[in-house]
């Protein structure tokens, strides 16, 4: 893996933890989805890009389709998913 897709997705993880942490907002969560799946150049990253773009556009759905009371809950369910389908392709299982 190349260095800067490294340090990308070291960054979305950093952020998937702020938000669970609730020192990161719905919006910073979303534009690193973005920008962490736009920064994913390689080749063998493309399924993975493919993903983080789809989960993107599920927060955007969740914003607008859920009740305001569980939009939270809803983020984490799909938060956990990423943070498995990233580790996965990093080689970090754990």
Do not use: C, N, P
């Amino acid at each position: 893996m190349e260095v800067q897709h490294e340090f990308e997705l070291g960054h979305l993880l950093s952020k998937v933890r702020q938000y669970r942490q609730g020192v990161a907002d719905l919006d910073d969560l979303q534009k690193t989805l973005w920008g962490t799946a736009q920064a994913l150049t390689a080749y063998e990253a493309r399924h993975l890009r493919e993903q983080l773009q789809d989960a993107e556009g599920r927060v955007e759905s969740i914003r607008f389709t859920v009740d305001a009371e569980r939009v939270g809950t809803e983020v984490l369910k799909l938060l956990d998913d990423v943070e498995a389908k990233v580790r996965r392709f990093v080689g970090d299982d754990a």
